[in-house]
């Protein structure tokens, strides 16, 4: 079974110290606010991608947030 893309995070752990994830509030949104959520964020670090920081990185959070949306139309 592969990893879920909540399961981990990209550039570190700051989320996952959190009691509530934001994924875990934003997994109880209907399915095309989720989306538009994901899609949105996605193309946000794919903008900016190596503007604010590494590209790299960017282009893999944008990346996670794909695999987020391929989740959420995989399973819902």
């Keep these: ?3 879920s893309a909540r399961d ?5 752990d700051h989320y996952k110290q959190m009691e509530v994830e ?3 509030v934003i997994d109880t949104w209907p399915k ?3 989306m ?4 949105g ?4 670090y794919l ?3 190596g503007r604010k920081g590494e590209m790299l990185d960017d282009i893999k959070k ?3 947030y794909c695999e987020k949306m391929i989740e959420v139309c995989s399973y819902d």
């Design 1 to 3: 079974m592969t990893e």
């Design 8 to 12: 981990y995070m990209v550039a570190g």
């Design 22 to 24: 934001p994924w875990d």
């Design 32 to 34: 095309i606010e989720r």
């Design 36 to 39: 538009a959520f994901y899609r």
């Design 41 to 44: 964020n996605a193309l946000k």
């Design 47 to 49: 903008m900016r991608a």
């Design 62 to 64: 944008a990346k996670h």
